[in-house]
């Protein structure tokens, strides 16, 4: 996949009275549980919150990224986030030390990736997320100290670090910037399928493709025993007709019993399924 051309984040803090922080939803809907099933070598993980953390002295900041990216070098990386988020300068700040990473860079998002997490997520070349994550995006959320004269210069001061992560989710997601920045205004969630959807991000995990895949055939199998039963036939001899059939495939899950191939007196009469594959055909056409 060709590198995307993503925008720079701006560096650095507006002043020095201002604390970019945590909002208090997202980190209520956290899951600090929620972990990659085994990183491998070249796992970048971020399972904490964005910045350092002065109650329990963790965290996750930019020194720490960039010095697992030196030592990793050159190559391939994979970052898998379950985060709440945290200090919106320190997330632009690991962005920007992604998105310089000489080498691929695939982002997993496992759980939640709210705020200056989702700012991060947008550094992959490849986005993947679980169905059941989620992205929440929002203007920068601050804790401001000082007069009416210092808490009106924040708000202008915060204004270009709005208008940066802005930029970064249109070039993401090729949104109009006017439907990003009313996004970011309502403090908006966005799930796994609906993030792929909206451009946020690319696929959704391989493990929910496969689980994708499994509802696809269990919807089939469905929607045939209808077809069967629409012509006449009983709900158990069509179940066992569809569990031989799928035996014969070589399904190990047909949960058929015995041989298909030997059938005694007490086997039900042969039904002719004439009509029922034309239900089915018809079933076929209309998908």
């Excluded at 070249?42 to 930019?62: C, K, Q």
């Excluded at 990224?65 to 990386?77: D, E, F, Q, S, T």
């Excluded at 004269?149 to 708000?155: H, Y």
């Excluded at 970011?184 to 792929?196: Q, R």
């Amino acid at each position: 996949m060709p590198i995307r051309n993503l925008p720079a984040a701006p560096e650095g803090r507006p002043c020095a009275a201002v604390t970019s922080s945590i909002l208090p939803r997202a980190l209520d809907r956290w899951d600090a549980g929620i972990r990659a099933a085994a990183d491998e070598d070249r796992t970048i993980s971020i399972y904490d919150v964005i910045g350092y953390d002065y109650w329990t002295g963790e965290g996750v900041t930019a020194k720490r990224i960039a010095g697992a990216l030196r030592n990793m070098g050159p190559g391939p990386v994979t970052v898998n986030i379950n985060s709440p988020g945290g200090d919106m300068f320190e997330g632009l700040a690991i962005y920007n030390l992604l998105r310089e990473h000489d080498g691929d860079v695939t982002v997993k998002v496992l759980g939640l990736a709210a705020s200056a997490a989702s700012i991060i997520a947008m550094a992959g070349d490849t986005v993947q997320i679980a169905r059941a994550g989620f992205f929440m995006i929002h203007n920068c959320w601050v804790v401001a100290i000082g007069n009416r004269n210092d808490l009106r210069a924040v708000a202008d001061k915060l204004d270009p670090f709005d208008a940066a992560m802005a930029d970064i989710y249109v070039a993401r997601t090729g949104k109009d910037l006017a439907e990003i920045q009313q996004q970011m205004d309502g403090e908006t969630w966005i799930g796994g399928s609906s993030a792929v959807d909206q451009g946020f991000a690319d696929e959704l995990l391989p493990s929910d493709q496969v689980k994708q895949g499994d509802k696809k055939s269990a919807s089939a199998v469905r929607r045939l025993e209808s077809a069967l039963r629409a012509s006449g036939m009983p709900k158990s001899e069509a179940m066992r007709l569809i569990s031989e059939f799928k035996s014969g495939l070589g399904d190990p899950t047909g949960g058929g019993e015995g041989d298909p191939t030997e059938h005694s007196a007490g086997d039900p009469p042969v039904i002719d399924l004439s009509s029922s594959l034309t239900a089915i055909k018809s079933i076929s056409i209309g998908a």
